[in-house]
């Protein structure tokens, strides 16, 4: 049966049989279908357990008992419900959070560092390792991201409402209580009244009787009768006004039970009702949210998952090798074929007594030998292949270049602000810039005859290697058969494994640029550049085009 609350009293309001005494208002409208909607009196516990209830014998089919403790207890498991899933939102943050946590961790532990790892880098597939690993860690970011609206949006605002509403409820229910409390003080007085009534009515009548007796009883002396009729008229008097005050008190009764049972309760239960909408609306939005929170950030996370489909075509094994073979060509020569020497046929070598009839040894392969030892570089990186050589003298001359254009602007700036203390005294000492001008010329021509040594042994290495190209095509059988101690492989056998340059990343044109003065190299737009050196300050950077032409271009015409 359905419950809707309304607060008991201890009276009738409705007279049943003397001997029926119903549970509940089914056990009324069993008794007596015909009965009307209204207030009556329930036994449920028995005969010392009366309750006062309204019952509906109209909607669907009546018998609808209104009950406060139904009320109390439906609005409490309202409240509740919004306590649990505000725990349950709370403990999918903490989920969350760790699991954001866990995937920071991991993207730190597997970002590369350093030269070798940059170096490593350059290499599509290690690129695309290092491109989904920061994918990754942007990914983690987005799920801190989820938690941190979960929690605010969510949990801090039901949070905030649910103390709302427990203020509110427990206002409500006071305030009925309260009306309770009101109705049945009346009640009290209605039977304290009655029961006044009944005996002074009671006492009347007594008297009334007895002073009929006197009178009819012709013993009776005249006052004696006078003094009972004057009792009996006082008794009267007073049974009246106690009649007066019970039907008085009754109908002040009556007014106060029909304004507590149809305006004071139906307000409440109204407001009780608004309340327990309101919160099922909030907590309907609640749950959206818990799902609208992560919705807002799905294209970034796509984003991310792209990203790392992206890393995944990037990766080009043919590019991987072509960068390998760039990176580490030595530019020597292949060895010429060992001629066949006949000592059957007298052939002897010019050569001393005690080097007679020793076979000739061949000299170690370079490709495949192991390095034993590593001597000290030099500082005209002698000690590397020809083309590594040219490499590193190259990229020399284009730092100390570049240096060398500073420390010119610098001294430009200085003199220029040398000229502006000297025709304006107050604004500086021009003496005192005379340290930092000083410093700075010899800086330039520091850096100047650093600049032509470089460019000598970068000319020298191009001579060295026409003039190589040469001896070898012209000489093969003398350099064959020349001591093995000086193979000309041997110093290269020591060093392959020298550090070369290496592209530092990756970037792409934004616009297309004609690089026409001495050290720049053209670009068009979409291009895909190695970025062999970054913008120091200077705005140009040095890049690496596919097709191996290398120089200087904006660093604004490029994004990373």
């Known amino acids: 049966m359905k419950v809707f609350l309304l607060l008991s009293l201890l009276a009738p309001a409705a007279v049943l049989s003397q001997f029926y005494l119903p549970q509940d208002c089914d056990d009324i409208y069993q008794h007596d279908n015909t009965k009307p909607s209204g207030v009556y009196t329930i036994y449920p516990g028995g005969p010392t357990t009366p309750l006062h209830v309204y019952c509906d014998m109209n909607t669907d089919g009546g018998r609808w008992t209104d009950q406060y403790d139904g009320i109390d207890k439906h609005t409490q498991s309202g409240l509740d419900l919004v306590d649990r899933y505000v725990k349950f939102v709370r403990e999918r943050t903490e989920i969350e959070q760790n699991y954001a946590k866990q995937l920071r961790n991991l993207s ?15 290499f599509t597939n290690h690129q695309s390792f290092q491109d989904i690993v920061n994918e990754l860690n942007d990914y983690a970011g987005q799920r801190e991201l989820i938690a941190e609206n979960m929690m605010t949006g969510i949990c801090v605002e039901l949070t905030k409402y649910l103390q709302d509403l427990k203020q509110e409820r427990k206002t409500y229910l006071a305030d009925a209580k309260k009306a309770q409390q009101n109705l049945e003080i009346s009640f009290k007085q209605l039977e304290n009244t ?67 049972y149809y305006t004071e309760i139906p307000q409440l239960f109204n407001k009780l009702q608004d309340m327990d909408e309101r919160r099922i609306r909030c907590l309907a939005e609640g749950y959206s949210q818990f799902a609208e929170v992560e919705k807002k950030v799905l294209p970034i996370i796509t984003k991310c998952l792209d990203g790392i489909s992206m890393a995944g075509r990037n990766t080009n094994g043919k590019q991987d090798s072509l960068r390998f073979i760039e990176q580490h060509k030595s530019g020597f020569e292949r060895p010429a074929e060992v001629d066949f020497e006949d000592y059957s046929q007298g052939i002897k070598p ?70 502006v203390y000297e025709r304006n005294p107050q604004m500086g000492d021009p003496a005192s810039l005379e340290p930092q001008i000083t410093q700075t010329s010899q800086n330039v021509g520091r850096l100047r005859g650093q ?17 190589t190209n040469t001896a070898v095509n012209n000489n093969q059988h003398c350099s064959m058969s020349a001591d093995p101690s000086q ?53 140009w950077m040095r890049v690496l085009r596919a097709n191996g032409d290398e120089g200087y271009i904006p660093s604004s015409y490029v994004k990373f």
């Open 194 to 260: 009655k029961r006044r009534f009944a005996k002074e009515w009671g006492e009347a009548e007594k008297a009334t009787q007895q002073a009929e007796k006197i009178e009819n009883d012709t013993n009776a002396m005249k006052a004696d009768v006078e003094k009972v009729k004057q009792h009996a008229h006082v008794k009267t008097h007073t049974a009246e006004e106690c009649r007066n005050d019970y039907a008085a008190q009754l109908q002040k009764y009556n007014k106060e039970q029909n304004t507590f």
């Open 487 to 539: 193979n000309i492989y041997s110093e290269f056998d020591e060093d392959f494994d020298e550090d070369v340059e290496t592209p530092i990343g990756k970037a792409t044109a934004l616009y297309t640029f004609q690089g026409s003065s001495q050290g720049t190299v053209s670009i068009t737009e979409g291009e895909q550049l190695s970025v062999m050196e970054n913008d120091k300050g200077d705005g």
């Open 350 to 419: 010019a050569s001393s007594d005690a080097n007679l009839n020793q076979p000739k040894i061949r000299t170690k392969l370079w490709p495949f030998s192991h390095k034993k030892t590593k001597s000290p570089a030099a500082e005209d990186f002698s000690h590397l292949p020809p083309e590594q050589r040219k490499k590193r003298l190259q990229s020399k001359i284009d730092d100390i270049t570049k240096e060398l254009q500073k420390e010119l602007d610098q001294s430009e700036a200085l003199e220029k602000m040398r000229g």
């Open 451 to 467: 600049l032509t040594k470089y460019e000598l042994w970068l000319a020298e290495a191009f001579r060295g290697d026409d003039s």
């Open 108 to 122: 730190k532990k597997y970002l590369k560092r350093g030269s070798k790892e940059e170096q490593e880098c350059g």
